[in-house]
C-alpha cells in the first residue's frame, strides 16, 4: 500500500474533476468550467472580424472520460443551419476550421484531441438552438430531426407517437449527431421466428437514415444541400466520424414496441462462454437465439457477469415490473464513496485492492436488482433500453466490430473470454491490475440497404463498422467487445495494446474480420489509444476489404474531401485518419 504520507489522499471532489470518474447531472462528458465572452476574452487570439450576430464566448471542453480536455476554446451556438453556412464561410476565408460539438460522449479524438492547440478553430455547441423535430405521417413513418437534439427527448417524441427504433445506445444523453457520426448502435438481432418490423432495422442507427442536409463547399462558397438514400454521395455522409458537418436529417421508424428486459446475476461466467462444442442454454449465443437483444458485463476476478435480456413483449408478463421511465438502474447511476475511494487509490498508484472492488460492484449489481425490484422489468422500448445516465462512473473502452456469421458467434465470446481472463491473470501474476470494470459484449445485425424501407438502391454506409462484406454474404452480424478501466489505471494501455494485438491475428480469414468500434479506444500501443500508425493503417485497409474499389473506405474520403476540400471540417487526428 502507498504511504498517505507520501501520497495524500485526494478528497472526493478532486478525484471526479481530475480522473473523471464523474461529472455533473447537469453535463454528460463536457464541463462548461467557465464561459467568457469574446469582448472580455483573453486566453485566445480573438477571430477577426466574426459574423455579426452569433455571439462568440471563450469555453472549456471535456469528453465523457475527462481524457481529452481543452483549456478554452473559441465557442459558439448557431440558432439555425444558416448560421453554420455563415460560420463556415468565415472560417474557410480566415483560416479558421469549424468543429461540431455534441455532448462530448466520445472517448476518440474524433473532434479533437487532448491538449490540441485550438487557437484557430470554432466548436459549434449544437444543443442549444438546433434540436427541432418533426414527426411526419406517411408510410413508412419517418421523423426529422436536427443534429443537436439529444436521444433521450427524440425518444420521449416518439414514444408520444406511438413510434420508436429497433435499438439505441444506451445513454439518452448523447445529440442525433453523435449518434450518426459513428453509427452508433443497441444490441439487436432476430431471435429464432421473430421478422423485422417494417421501419426498423437491426443494424446501426446510421442505417436509419433516409436523407441528411449537409454544409457543403459547392465550388465557390458553402451552402445546405439535402442528399436522398439513393445518392451514391450520401454513403460518405451516413456515418462521416465527423468529417462532415450535418444539420439535419430524417429517420424511419416503426411502430413502438413494448419490451421486456430480464437481468441474470446468478449464471456462471463459465457457462456463459463455454467453448460452442458443449454451450448449453444459459450460453451467450443461446440467448441471443432466445432474445435477439442480449448484453453482457462481466468483471474481471468475479465468477458471475451481468446479463441483460431484451424481448418484445406486447403485454406486460406476470412477474415483470412495469417501468414508465428510463434510467431504472438507479444503483449504477452515482458515483458511491466506495467508487471514489477506489479512483483515489488509482490515482496514487495502488491498485492492490481492484480483485475486492470488481467483486464489491457486482455484489452492487446483485443487491441492486433486488432491492429496486428492476431483475424484470417490462415497459415502452426507450424505459428498458436507456439506462447510462450522466452521473454513471466515467470509464474508458476500447471497442473492436468483429464481423462475422451468427453460426460463429459463440466461438467468438468464448475465444475472447479465455484469452482475456489468461492476459488478466498474466498481469495479477505480476502484481498489475491494468482492468478493474467490465468488458462488454454485444451482438447487432449489419447495415443492410435491404432493410431502409421503401427505397431501392439505398446507399451502404461506406464508413460504418457494420457495412456488409459483399465477399462474405455469410458473415452477418457483428460481435462487439468492448474492454473497460478507469482512466490513467497502471498498465492499461500495455494492457489494450497487448489485447488489441491478439484480437486482430484471431479473428482473420474466412472465419471473421475486424474494425474499430469508431467512438472507443483502438490503434492502441503502450504510450496510448489513437497512436499506433500500423494498426490505423491496418484499419483502413480492413475497411476496404471485401468492397467493390469504386465504394470503399477511399471513396468515403474522396467524397468528403470533395464537399469540403479546405478541410474546415477536420481536426488533427482526422488529417491521419482520412487524409
Known amino acids: 500500500m502507498n504511504d498517505p504520507t507520501q501520497h495524500p489522499r485526494p478528497t472526493r471532489r478532486t478525484v471526479i474533476g481530475t480522473a473523471g470518474a464523474a461529472a455533473l447531472a447537469t453535463a454528460l462528458g463536457w464541463t462548461p468550467a467557465f464561459r467568457v465572452p469574446a469582448a472580455h476574452a483573453a486566453a485566445l487570439p480573438t477571430p477577426p472580424a466574426f459574423p455579426a450576430g452569433i455571439p462568440l464566448y471563450q469555453q472549456a471542453f471535456e469528453n465523457w472520460s475527462g481524457e481529452i480536455?481543452?483549456?478554452?476554446?473559441?465557442?459558439?451556438?448557431?440558432?439555425?443551419?444558416?448560421?453554420?453556412?455563415?460560420?463556415?464561410?468565415?472560417?474557410?476565408?480566415?483560416?479558421?476550421?469549424?468543429r461540431a460539438r455534441g455532448m462530448g460522449h466520445n472517448w476518440s479524438p474524433l473532434m479533437t484531441s487532448d491538449g490540441e492547440n485550438v487557437d484557430h478553430t470554432i466548436f459549434l455547441d449544437t444543443t442549444q438552438h438546433l434540436t427541432a423535430v418533426t414527426v411526419n405521417t406517411g408510410t413508412p413513418r419517418t421523423v426529422t430531426v436536427q443534429t443537436g437534439c439529444q436521444m433521450d427527448r427524440l425518444m420521449q417524441i416518439l414514444e408520444d407517437d406511438n413510434l420508436g427504433f429497433m435499438s439505441i445506445p444506451f445513454p439518452g444523453g448523447i445529440t442525433i449527431g453523435g449518434v450518426l457520426a459513428i453509427n452508433a448502435h443497441g444490441s439487436s438481432v432476430p431471435a429464432t421466428g421473430e421478422t423485422r418490423p417494417s421501419g426498423m432495422t437491426y443494424g446501426s442507427m446510421s442505417n436509419t437514415i433516409r436523407s441528411l442536409t449537409a454544409v457543403v463547399w459547392n465550388g465557390s462558397a458553402y451552402t445546405l444541400k439535402t442528399f436522398q438514400r439513393t445518392d451514391p454521395h450520401i454513403g460518405a455522409f451516413l456515418?462521416?466520424?465527423?468529417?462532415?458537418?450535418?444539420?439535419?436529417?430524417?429517420?424511419?421508424?416503426?411502430?413502438?414496441?413494448?419490451?421486456?428486459?430480464?437481468?441474470?446475476?446468478?449464471?456462471?461466467?463459465?457457462?456463459?462462454?463455454?467453448?460452442?462444442?458443449?454451450?448449453?442454454?444459459?450460453?451467450?449465443?443461446?440467448?441471443?437465439?432466445?432474445?435477439?437483444?442480449?448484453?453482457?458485463?462481466?468483471?474481471?476476478?468475479?465468477?458471475?457477469?451481468?446479463?441483460?435480456?431484451?424481448?418484445?413483449?406486447?403485454?406486460?408478463?406476470?412477474?415483470?415490473?412495469?417501468?414508465?421511465?428510463?434510467?431504472?438502474?438507479?444503483?449504477?447511476?452515482?458515483?458511491?464513496?466506495?467508487?471514489?475511494?477506489?479512483?483515489?487509490?488509482?490515482?496514487?498508484?495502488?491498485?492492490?485492492?481492484?480483485?475486492?472492488?470488481?467483486?464489491?460492484?457486482?455484489?452492487?449489481?446483485?443487491?441492486?436488482?433486488?432491492?429496486?425490484?428492476?431483475?424484470d422489468i417490462w415497459g415502452k422500448s426507450k424505459n428498458t433500453w436507456l439506462w447510462v445516465e450522466r452521473t454513471t462512473l466515467r470509464i474508458v473502452e476500447t471497442g473492436f466490430a468483429v464481423i462475422t456469421s451468427r453460426a460463429n458467434i459463440q466461438r467468438v465470446v468464448h475465444e475472447f473470454y479465455?484469452?482475456?481472463?489468461?492476459?488478466?491473470?498474466?498481469?495479477?501474476?505480476?502484481?498489475?491490475?491494468?482492468?478493474?470494470?467490465?468488458?462488454?459484449?454485444?451482438v447487432n445485425g449489419l447495415d443492410q440497404p435491404a432493410e431502409v424501407d421503401g427505397i431501392t438502391g439505398a446507399a451502404t454506409p461506406l464508413l460504418s463498422s457494420l457495412r456488409p462484406r459483399p465477399d462474405h454474404p455469410e458473415w452477418n452480424v457483428c460481435v462487439w467487445i468492448d474492454m473497460g478501466t478507469i482512466p490513467g489505471t497502471p498498465e492499461s494501455d500495455a494492457f489494450y495494446s497487448e489485447m488489441e494485438a491478439w484480437i486482430l491475428a484471431n479473428y482473420?480469414?474466412?472465419?471473421?474480420?475486424?474494425?474499430?468500434?469508431?467512438?472507443?479506444?483502438?490503434?492502441?500501443?503502450?504510450?496510448?489509444?489513437?497512436?499506433?500508425?500500423?494498426?490505423?493503417?491496418?484499419?483502413?485497409?480492413?475497411?476496404?476489404?471485401?468492397?467493390?474499389?469504386?465504394?470503399?473506405?477511399?471513396?468515403?474520403?474522396?467524397?468528403l474531401n470533395s464537399y469540403d476540400p479546405a478541410r474546415t471540417f477536420s481536426s488533427t487526428f482526422l488529417d491521419t485518419l482520412l487524409p
Open 69 to 98: 480536455h481543452i483549456e478554452a476554446a473559441w465557442t459558439c451556438a448557431p440558432a439555425t443551419p444558416a448560421d453554420i453556412v455563415t460560420i463556415a464561410n468565415w472560417a474557410h476565408a480566415n483560416g479558421y476550421r469549424v
Open 418 to 442: 479465455v484469452k482475456y481472463r489468461a492476459t488478466v491473470e498474466a498481469y495479477k501474476a505480476q502484481g498489475k491490475y491494468p482492468m478493474n470494470m467490465p468488458f462488454e459484449i454485444r
Open 508 to 559: 482473420t480469414g474466412t472465419y471473421a474480420g475486424v474494425r474499430p468500434e469508431w467512438s472507443k479506444a483502438w490503434a492502441c500501443a503502450p504510450g496510448g489509444a489513437w497512436t499506433d500508425t500500423t494498426r490505423i493503417t491496418g484499419y483502413k485497409n480492413a475497411m476496404n476489404a471485401g468492397q467493390p474499389a469504386t465504394s470503399n473506405y477511399d471513396t468515403a474520403r474522396t467524397i
Open 239 to 375: 456515418s462521416h466520424l465527423g468529417r462532415a458537418l450535418i444539420t439535419e436529417v430524417t429517420l424511419q421508424v416503426g411502430t413502438n414496441q413494448n419490451i421486456r428486459c430480464q437481468s441474470w446475476y446468478s449464471t456462471q461466467v463459465g457457462d456463459v462462454f463455454a467453448p460452442p462444442a458443449s454451450a448449453g442454454s444459459n450460453s451467450f449465443s443461446k440467448l441471443v437465439d432466445k432474445y435477439g437483444r442480449v448484453e453482457v458485463l462481466w468483471f474481471p476476478f468475479t465468477t458471475v457477469p451481468w446479463i441483460k435480456m431484451w424481448s418484445v413483449a406486447p403485454s406486460k408478463p406476470l412477474l415483470s415490473k412495469k417501468v414508465t421511465s428510463p434510467y431504472n438502474y438507479t444503483f449504477v447511476n452515482f458515483v458511491s464513496e466506495e467508487q471514489s475511494d477506489f479512483v483515489a487509490d488509482i490515482v496514487n498508484g495502488d491498485v492492490i485492492g481492484t480483485s475486492t472492488f470488481t467483486n464489491s460492484q457486482m455484489a452492487v449489481v446483485g443487491s441492486g436488482l433486488i432491492v429496486t425490484g428492476t431483475w
